[in-house]
């Protein structure tokens, strides 16, 4: 396939209850055929607005804006409850570790925990914002995954099972604000880009990006093809314990994020829910095969982290 395709979800929308399974089940041939041939679909009309999103986005940039003393306090690793939680300065993570450091900087949203403690001076408004967005990403995230279980013939509850626990510690799936600075073409290291060539971890991945153009994903044909900002819709792929899940039919593709064209001096954002099952979950091949062992979410989790933040 040489694009991504778009699949309208509004029978199934967020806020709709009494949807036919006739219709699910054509929604769910147009989303398998994306995710065999591809692993990446626009899906339209799901009940997260573009105003949403953008709200998302304002209230991230005015973190990511701040000073770097005032956001420090807030990094990843210094959360007792949740190791994933947290701000992460531009060039710590390499997706792609045979390259220099990532041109991103980050905010994990993890745990939703009460005692968390969240940004606020220079950015009111953050945590209820944060919150409200993560739980409308859930609702559309499990829908997706009902719909994903039908389409291959299986209970429609089978992937849900595994994700019963999203949005509470026993869970990592996580929402992650991104943003990606304007880039001075002078301090770039050789072969850095924005977002190193990388498959994602978990079950699945809903993606929403500003207007900046950059992201692309790797074909069957091992063609990179680009995957522009369509507003009003989110971008959703398939992550690796999907793709063993599903013993290779959905297709966990390489993806990347490149760097804007010389003297394009704008910032790039982006908005990424990593869907992970529930960490106790075992993800075994459902079609009773054996192609991929038994494999304990959490410690796939931590082992794919690892590599990320540079094992020694
Ligand atoms: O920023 C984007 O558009 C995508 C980033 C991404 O693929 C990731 O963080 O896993
Ligand atoms: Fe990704």
Not at 153 to 162: C, G, H, T
Not at 205 to 226: A, D, H, W
Not at 237 to 250: E, K, L, P
Not at 272 to 290: E, K, L, W
């Amino acid at each position: 396939m040489e694009f991504i395709p778009v699949v309208d979800f509004d029978v199934y929308k967020l806020g709709t209850s009494d949807v036919a399974d006739k219709n699910l089940q054509e929604l769910g041939k147009e989303i398998r055929k994306a995710f065999t041939e591809v692993g990446f679909v626009y899906l339209k009309n799901t009940g997260i607005d573009q105003k949403e999103v953008d709200r998302v986005m304002d209230i991230s940039k005015k973190f990511f804006l701040l000073p770097e003393e005032q956001k420090k306090p807030f990094s990843r690793g210094s959360y007792a409850n949740n190791g994933n939680h947290g701000w992460v300065s531009s060039e710590t993570e390499s997706l792609n570790p045979r390259r220099p450091g990532d041109l991103k900087e980050a905010f994990n949203t993890t745990s939703l925990h009460p005692d968390i403690k969240w940004p606020s001076d220079g950015c009111d408004g953050f945590r209820d914002i944060k919150v409200d967005f993560f739980l409308h990403c859930k609702e559309l995230s499990l829908r997706v995954l009902r719909v994903m279980a039908l389409s291959l013939d299986l209970d429609s509850e089978v992937f849900l099972k595994a994700h019963c626990h999203l949005g509470s510690d026993n869970n990592g799936t996580t929402l992650r604000s991104l943003y990606y600075a304007p880039v001075k073409t002078e301090s770039v290291k050789i072969d850095q880009i924005r977002c190193g060539e990388h498959s994602d971890y978990g079950s699945i991945t809903l993606v929403f990006q500003s207007q900046q153009e950059g992201l692309q994903v790797l074909n069957r044909k091992g063609e990179f093809i680009s995957a522009p900002s369509i507003p009003g819709t989110v971008l959703i792929n398939i992550a690796d314990m999907m793709q063993r899940w599903t013993s290779d039919v959905f297709v966990s593709a390489v993806h990347r994020v490149l760097l804007p064209p010389v003297g394009d001096s704008s910032a790039r954002q982006s908005l990424v829910f990593f869907v992970q099952p529930d960490d106790d979950a075992i993800i075994t091949c459902c079609d009773g095969s054996n192609k991929y062992p038994p494999v304990k979410s959490l410690e796939y989790l931590l082992s794919r982290f690892n590599d990320t933040y540079g094992r020694k």
